[in-house]
């Protein structure tokens, strides 16, 4: 049998689409029967499975598994929860390869697959690959293939307590947004000291609250009014799928990830001198010019989490970030990012210190930026954008780095436009030491936007 997926959804990190338009139970199939076909050809015997809390995902991830078992592989079905114990799971348990059915933070009709294989991300080139073994019928058909059930959860949840430090009690208030971190979330509050309060803990696919996307500040907006009304210490939010970690402090503001970058990168360069510490294009100048002067060695990276994981071993970094809250610990851990490891890690150090979270925070520096800007752009024309502007820079004679779209650094400090691989979008970020340069810097990324018939609002 011969099977072809909807040109859109076979993406650089992951596999997405909008479920019943370009995405149906037979490409999950196929994902099966493709990805367990590589493992079986490279000598492996077992994947695991989980899935995240979208109304579509349990049916998608039945139509995996029919197909992974398809191939003679052994399939251990971690359940319903986070994308990280799915790869906790994958790692522990000597797995050949895992699969996790979600949509991440894209919209409750979206859903797909992230994946790892031998140990390491599944990515690009080799996503690409599923596509043309199923277009060819290119699949093992093998006898044998078996299902078992593999709850993870008590041993995860214990291996994420393991590293609290203990310290001072803390009041949090914590926010699921409906995603698939509810459930532990639940569990693993109620055995932390201090004061946990929980928002949105129940697990819902439709997301009734807000949309769970701590990059955006109005998906913050309840977590941020508990925060202050309550008096916590802080608010710790999660994404869909558990791998992107946002932060408010006392006051009720918002650490993007570079911030929480620069806090946990005192911690650890204490620990490990004259380390790598890896973040992604988006991040300010001030984590790097901080990372360099706490005597780490700060390097930038290309977007995407599945690149900075590989990255990341490559290097043998202790740890790695990125604006959108994905972090990566090496130092303690496996080197994936784990919104709820995170956590843990972000709780022992705030309980660690003899001053507030808000007070650490004032002390930052702190130049005056934009959060991410979200431009809405066809998957079809973002990256012929990004090629258009790099065209006129070059021209112009512009200072730019092309590490992932366009950096482009001015007197005023430096602009980003980068088309995402995993949404409809161009994603862009300003910074600048004063007002008056930022909006310098917004109106020449509005002209560039305008030139190539788009608009920042």
């Known amino acids: 049998m011969t099977h072809q997926f909807?040109?859109?959804v076979l993406r650089e990190y992951d596999i997405r689409g909008i479920v019943g338009e370009t995405l149906f139970a037979a490409d999950a199939e196929a994902i099966g029967q493709t990805f367990g076909s590589l493992v079986v050809r490279a000598g492996g015997r077992t994947v695991c499975v989980g899935y995240d809390g979208r109304l579509s995902s349990e049916e998608l991830e039945t139509a995996l598994v029919k197909g992974l078992m398809s191939t003679g592989l052994r399939v251990r079905r971690?359940?319903?929860?986070?994308t990280p114990m799915l790869y906790y799971a994958s790692h522990t348990s000597g797995a050949d390869g895992g699969i996790m059915v979600t949509g991440s933070h894209n919209p409750p009709d979206q859903n797909g697959f992230k994946m790892v294989f031998g140990g390491k991300p599944f990515f690009a080139g080799q996503i690409k690959q599923l596509g043309t073994m199923a277009a060819a019928g290119d699949v093992v058909s093998a006898a044998g293939g078996t299902s078992e059930s593999f709850s993870v959860t008590d041993e995860y949840i214990a291996r994420l307590l393991a590293d609290f430090a203990g310290g001072r009690p803390l009041s949090v208030v914590w926010d699921a947004g409906n995603g698939a971190t509810g459930d532990v979330m639940?569990?693993?509050?109620?055995?932390l000291p201090g004061t946990h309060r929980l928002l949105n803990a129940k697990i819902d696919g439709t997301f009734p609250a807000h949309h769970p996307d701590p990059t955006e500040p109005k998906n913050l907006a309840q977590l941020i009014e508990a925060v202050t009304t309550t008096g916590a210490d802080l608010g710790i939010a999660f994404d869909g799928d558990g791998d992107?970690?946002?932060?408010?402090?006392?006051?009720g503001r918002i650490l993007w990830g570079d911030q929480m970058m620069m806090l946990f990168a005192e911690e650890i360069l204490r620990e490990r001198p004259g380390a790598q510490i890896l973040a992604d294009v988006k991040a300010s100048q001030s984590l790097f010019d901080r990372i360099a002067a706490l005597g780490g060695q700060p390097v930038m990276c290309r977007t995407g989490h599945s690149l900075i994981k590989t990255r990341l071993a490559e290097t043998g970094a202790p740890l790695a970030g990125e604006m959108s809250g994905h972090l990566f610990f090496a130092d303690h851990y496996y080197g994936f990012d784990d919104a709820?490891?995170?956590?843990?890690?972000?709780?022992?150090?705030?309980?660690?210190?003899p001053t507030s979270l808000a007070e650490r925070f004032d002390a930052l520096p702190h130049?005056?930026?934009?959060?991410e800007l979200r431009i809405d752009c066809p998957d079809d024309r973002k990256f012929a954008v990004v090629t258009e502007v790099k065209k006129r820079l070059a021209a112009a004679g512009a200072k730019v780095s092309e590490i992932d779209g366009v950096r482009v650094s001015t007197d005023d400090g430096w602009w980003l436009l980068r088309a995402s691989n995993t949404q409809a979008v161009l994603v862009a970020r300003c910074e600048s030491d004063t007002e008056d340069g930022l909006l310098r810097l917004k109106a020449?990324?509005?002209?560039?936007l305008t030139q190539s018939g788009l608009r920042l609002d």
Do not use: C, E
């Open 78 to 82: 971690i359940g319903l929860g986070p």
């Open 6 to 8: 909807h040109p859109s």
């Open 340 to 353: 709820l490891y995170a956590a843990i890690r972000f709780l022992s150090m705030v309980a660690g210190w």
């Open 244 to 251: 992107r970690i946002g932060v408010i402090d006392g006051k």
């Open 444 to 448: 020449i990324l509005s002209q560039q």
């Open 186 to 191: 639940t569990t693993l509050t109620g055995r």
């Open 367 to 371: 130049l005056i930026n934009t959060p």
